[in-house]
């Protein structure tokens, strides 16, 4: 019954690699984010707050028809981009541009939220040390804060799974080429005698998701382990 077909394959696949495109290009930025808005005060730093859980509150088709105004071929970033060979409306890049957009504000809750726990003062003993900025955020904060790194990178490549409102919105549903798993799902659902091939889907996402969410709390507790056996 499990043995996938070609097509199925070709579904999964897509999938894992916008999920994990959309975690990879969100991570960098996300962290920096996080931290930004965990240590610095600065002017605006509540609207930036704001913005940045902005996707969280708007409704998906909201985000992908903003996503098709900006990076569209007739969009402002979109005809500049083109030039270059980048192209995201309608192609998997578009797919991985909405599922790290989508995923975004929860890499960075939870990044913020483990920063908020490393005590500031070890960083302070660092500096009085001569550590430099970068050097501290590299060799203490960082580390300290890995389970909450690994939680919120988890916690976006399971929302960039199972992105589906802002995606169909930017590319489409494209067979082989932004078809997801909820994009392939939900056509099934709207083909006669497609339930069955539906809930195929639906039982390798759930698989799926929670193989990622097993490896996230491996990960975490492994983490956590070694942040303790270092102190």
Do not use: D, H
């Given at each position: 019954m499990f043995a996938l077909t070609p097509e199925e394959q070709q579904i999964i696949g897509l999938s894992l690699k916008v999920a994990a495109t959309a975690t990879l290009f969100s991570l960098p930025p996300g962290v920096a984010l996080a931290y930004l808005l965990s240590r610095a005060d600065f002017p605006g730093k509540t609207l930036l707050s704001g913005l940045t859980h902005l996707p969280l509150i708007l409704p998906p088709v909201v985000t992908?028809?903003?996503l098709l105004l900006l990076f569209g071929r007739s969009g402002p970033l979109g005809r500049l981009l083109e030039p270059t060979g980048i192209v995201f409306a309608f192609d998997w890049t578009g797919a991985a541009l909405a599922a790290a957009?989508?995923?975004f504000p929860l890499l960075v809750r939870a990044v913020r939220l483990s920063f908020d726990m490393v005590d500031p003062r070890i960083e302070r003993a660092a500096?009085?040390?001569g550590a430099r900025p970068f050097v501290r955020f590299l060799t203490i904060t960082l580390p300290l804060a890995l389970p909450g790194v690994a939680a919120g990178t988890v916690l976006a490549f399971a929302?960039?799974?199972g992105e589906f409102g802002a995606t169909i919105t930017f590319v489409a549903s494209i067979p082989g080429e932004t078809r997801t798993l909820p994009l392939a799902i939900y056509s099934l659902t709207q083909v006669p005698g497609g339930e069955a091939a539906a809930l195929r889907l639906v039982l390798i996402s759930v698989g799926v998701s929670v193989g990622a969410l097993l490896i996230s709390e491996w990960g975490a507790r492994a983490a956590t382990r070694r942040i303790?056996?270092?102190?």
């Open positions: 992908g028809y903003a957009v989508m995923g500096e009085t040390l929302k960039s799974l303790g056996g270092a102190r």
